[in-house]
């Protein structure tokens, strides 16, 4: 029998587009813990796409911590993830009357007992994930994402690409000095 070849195309693709069938022939980040830390790996079932970490889901479960209105996670071609945050004004205010925090939102953002309850929640949220999946660090934005500012769409959807780019200088600084590094 003569040897059978294939052509194949390379794309870079998101993970959330891998399908079973694919060929994965390398991953644009550290995945030495991950199932498929080998890579030239044939994708053979949906289980092996969900057990991969996707930005949207990490994203979710930022929202949903008290203090975080709106997530941004930055990974790509990195070799962390790490996170963009905005808070909610309102449960912001009550957790600075709480704690009794002074100053303003900024103030408040930047205090320590709202940096630890963030951390907390953080180290929660990557309790659930495989580590290579953990957001290492992150940064509070002073600004929200909003409509007018570009960040939302009218669907109030995040635009990633507006984020990353009006916020380059901040995804930068979380990446400056390595994971371990204080923000």
């Known amino acids: 029998d003569a040897p059978t070849h294939f052509a ?4 870079k693709i998101p993970v959330v587009r891998l399908r079973p069938g694919m060929f994965v ?10 199932p498929f830390f080998l890579n030239q790996k ?15 889901n990490i994203e979710a479960d930022l929202m ?3 203090l975080v209105e709106h ?15 905005t808070l909610k004004p ?10 009794q925090i002074p100053g303003g939102p900024a103030e408040w953002a ?21 580590r290579v999946a953990h957001v290492r660090k992150f940064s509070v934005l002073e600004s929200a994402f909003t409509i007018d500012n570009g960040c939302l769409t009218p669907t109030q959807k995040i635009r990633r ?16 000095d390595g994971p371990g590094a204080p923000q």
Do not use: C
């Open 8 to 11: 194949m195309t390379i794309k």
């Open 25 to 34: 022939s390398d991953f644009n980040a550290d995945w030495l813990d991950h």
């Open 42 to 56: 044939l994708i053979r079932s949906d289980e092996e796409i969900e057990a991969l970490p996707s930005p949207g």
């Open 64 to 66: 949903n911590l008290p």
């Open 71 to 85: 997530a941004v996670v930055i990974g790509d071609s990195r070799h962390f993830l790490s996170a963009l945050l």
């Open 90 to 99: 309102d449960v912001l205010q009550a957790f600075a009357q709480q704690h």
């Open 110 to 130: 930047r205090s320590s007992p709202v940096q630890e309850e963030l951390q907390r929640g953080i180290d929660a949220v990557n309790a659930r994930q495989a």
């Open 161 to 176: 690409n507006v984020v990353q780019r009006q916020y380059a200088e901040e995804i930068e600084a979380l990446y400056r």
